[in-house]
């Protein structure tokens, strides 16, 4: 006679409710890195690109912006190497940018590729840094610390060439990285606290450190927008003795103007210089 197991068939866990939208963890602005082992360090990409949230369901993938608005149809080919990633479900978190000849993102070329400017860039230059994953395969992973959600994110999207590329985390001396990160020209470096939980709005274990670079300039023409009635980009020159020496175009948001040039995706020059 067979004996009926007297044990508990073993509990499997109910998959997560992926939520139709997350609110992104904003960085606090500090005056210098923080420093210890528990802080990771990441190349600051906002002012020149868009922050986005990608949301890889079955059958369909959609780009929200950090504001919450479906701009899937505006970055078409993030939307189509989403689909190629081995994961059933999943929400990366990250930035579009959109890298120029010298390997730095490009304001004015990303408003070019989404159409909003004049210009012969296509919406297929734009690349998506993924920096977070949020949920995975049926799992809400906000919870988890940072250290263990990179983990799940790396072999998604690293090593790839596509629109959706690893952003690249580093290992260092937080003053030293962003002393290189300044010396190369970025906007500045984002801090980390590698055991912490994913955390929506803005918190201290997110923290973002600027490299303070201003001047004065001389506007010496602009390009129109598409939107009637606004300027595009503005031209800008410096003075040199009595001449002036053209700087190139900036953009505008607000009162405040940023130079075309924001940021740079060549990791390997600052690897270079942490070694």
């Not at 899937?72 to 930035?95: N, Q």
């Not at 012969?120 to 840094?129: H, N, P, Q, R």
């Not at 994953?133 to 072999?155: C, F, I, K, S, T």
């Not at 590698?194 to 506007?219: A, H, L």
Request: glycine share 8%.
């Amino acid at each position: 006679m067979v004996r009926a197991s007297s044990k508990k068939p073993r509990d499997v866990a109910p998959n997560d409710p992926m939520p139709a939208r997350i609110d992104p963890c904003l960085a606090t602005l500090v005056d210098k890195p923080p420093i210890g082992p528990d802080w990771a360090y990441e190349v600051k990409w906002d002012v020149c690109g868009y922050r986005l949230a990608v949301h890889i369901e079955p059958g369909r993938v959609r780009v929200l912006t950090r504001g919450g608005y479906d701009w899937t149809d505006r970055f078409p080919s993030i939307a189509d190497d989403a689909r190629r990633l081995a994961v059933k479900t999943a929400i990366l978190d990250g930035e579009a940018v959109v890298l120029n000849d010298q390997g730095r993102s490009d304001f004015g070329m990303l408003q070019r590729a989404l159409g909003r400017l004049s210009s012969a860039v296509e919406a297929g230059a734009i690349v998506f840094y993924a920096f977070d994953v949020l949920y995975l395969d049926g799992r809400d992973v906000r919870r988890l610390p940072l250290r263990e959600r990179r983990r799940l994110l790396e072999p998604l999207v690293a090593g790839r060439e596509g629109a959706v590329r690893l952003s690249e985390e580093v290992q260092a001396d937080g003053d030293a990285f962003f002393s290189v990160a300044c010396a190369h020209g970025l906007e500045g470096i984002i801090a980390k606290h590698v055991e912490k939980p994913y955390s929506s709005g803005r918190g201290e274990w997110w923290q973002k450190i600027t490299c303070k670079r201003r001047d004065s300039f001389v506007i010496v023409g602009f390009e129109p927008s598409t939107v009637p009635g606004h300027l595009g980009r503005l031209l800008l020159a410096a003075r040199k003795n009595d001449d002036l020496v053209y700087l190139g175009a900036a953009a505008r948001a607000g009162r405040t103007i940023y130079h075309a040039s924001c940021a740079t995706s060549s990791h390997r020059s600052l690897r270079k210089n942490r070694q």
